[in-house]
């Protein structure tokens, strides 16, 4: 592999940018992100019906466009009380400016009075790896959990301060990033995807 390699994250999420670099560190890797090479501005549909498919957008439209290797999440959280919404649309639910606070607010809200065992959901989050040669691979993970009665903690993003997790008894937002990436669906579609890398040669 070439020293300094550089790999494209399809991302302008500073958090999600934190959390692959601390998972797929390697010296001999540089990962930017679409602000970082100037891309932020790129219209990228995403209209798949999984997370795979526009994971899969998301990267391949990138990586057509640079002739790099790209990389890119796609990663919601489903709430089986409401069909498993927001699903793929986590990040545009109830507007794409809408502050998660609000949202977070929202499902609380639409989960009033319903008992523990019935608001069980689950963080999604899968990866597409595309290669300048026209090949894509993906990975997925998950974690499993419950929604909270509140926010609660401040080391998350997103969903995270209303995602409780039994095991822990705390939300993903109370766990330290260290803890949370060893768990984390991203941490583990990270993890899978770091394999894969590996067997490519990338890595």
Do not use: W
């Amino acid at each position: 592999m070439d020293a300094n390699r550089k790999i494209i994250v399809a991302t302008g999420n500073e958090g999600k940018m934190k959390e692959i670099r601390q998972i797929l560190g390697n010296e001999n890797i540089t990962f930017s992100s679409l602000k970082d090479e100037k891309l932020q501005d790129v219209e990228i549909i995403e209209n798949g019906k999984t997370f795979e498919e526009n994971a899969i957008i998301k990267a391949r439209t990138i990586s057509d466009l640079t002739g790099k290797m790209v990389l890119a999440d796609d990663s919601g959280l489903e709430v089986d009380y409401l069909d498993k919404a927001p699903g793929v649309y986590s990040a545009r639910y109830l507007g794409v400016d809408t502050p998660y606070h609000i949202k977070n607010q929202h499902i609380i809200e639409l989960l009033d009075g319903v008992k523990d065992e019935k608001r069980t959901a689950r963080f999604v989050c899968a990866i597409a790896c595309a290669f300048p040669d026209g090949r894509t691979i993906t990975t997925r993970g998950t974690i499993e959990g419950r929604i909270g009665y509140e926010e609660k903690g401040t080391n998350g993003f997103g969903y995270d301060p209303i995602f409780y997790v039994p095991e822990f008894g705390c939300t993903t937002s109370e766990l330290s990033p260290e803890e949370k990436n060893k768990v984390s669906h991203r941490g583990k579609a990270l993890v899978a995807m770091y394999e894969e890398l590996k067997r490519e040669n990338v890595l």
